[in-house]
């Protein structure tokens, strides 16, 4: 398949054209109309370098609400607010530490700082949203994403402590439910977020899916 070069126009090609990879698209840029764009089609920015990469990747991970799965000791620091759970109170600090915290098997970051500036202005528009777990008043794990219809796309979360961003995220799935959100996007594989219930399903499924709900 080819990989298309986006320029100034507001568009991308069909998802099926994508890859084996999910590599759809390079180039554009990140302002927020191309980016809601590329949400409702299900194509997310994913960088290599500078240079903005657009991906639709099939299959997709997905998690469905009612099928979160939490595990004993989860339900146990839950049930005795191990943490304190809140919504949109600190995204920018969400975001850089997304971008800063180092993980497992990955050299740098696809949060460069244009991607930063760009779901900062997303979340002052009401269109990305963050989720923070505190201990002792310091921020200690969190996520953040997009909502659009009835759909969350998760985009990144971190972890300073043991258990907190399984914290953040089972609090925030549980929230998502009480809005109506049907669908909550996992993009790639992680085993991570498998044990808490994410599955893969089929590209052209996912897509009707959101074409559906937003």
């Not at 990140?30 to 764009?37: E, F, G, Q």
């Not at 050299?107 to 202005?121: C, L, N, P, R, S």
Request: overall charge negative; aromatic content about 12%.
């Amino acid at each position: 398949m080819p990989i298309y070069v986006l320029d100034n126009k507001l568009w991308f090609p069909p998802a099926s054209d994508a890859d084996n990879e999910g590599l759809l698209a390079m180039g554009g840029d990140l302002s927020v109309d191309r980016l809601l764009i590329a949400y409702k089609n299900g194509i997310f920015p994913w960088f290599d370098g500078e240079i903005p990469l657009w991906w639709c990747p099939d299959p997709r991970f997905v998690l469905y609400p009612a099928e979160l799965v939490i595990s004993k000791s989860m339900q146990s620091l839950l049930k005795k607010r191990h943490f304190q759970f809140t919504v949109n109170k600190a995204f920018r600090e969400v975001i850089a530490h997304c971008k800063n915290v180092k993980r497992r098997e990955q050299d740098g970051t696809w949060i460069t700082d244009a991607v930063e500036k760009a779901y900062i202005e997303l979340h002052e528009l009401g269109f990305a949203h963050s989720a923070e777990v505190w201990q002792d008043s310091k921020l200690v794990g969190g996520l953040y994403g997009i909502k659009m219809g009835k759909v969350f796309f998760g985009e990144s979360m971190f972890n300073l402590v043991t258990n907190a961003s399984k914290y953040a995220f089972i609090s925030f799935v549980d929230l998502l439910k009480s809005e109506e959100i049907e669908i909550i996007d996992c993009q790639v594989y992680t085993s991570h977020l498998e044990s808490l219930g994410a599955r893969m399903v089929q590209r052209e499924h996912f897509i009707k899916t959101l074409h559906q709900l937003i």
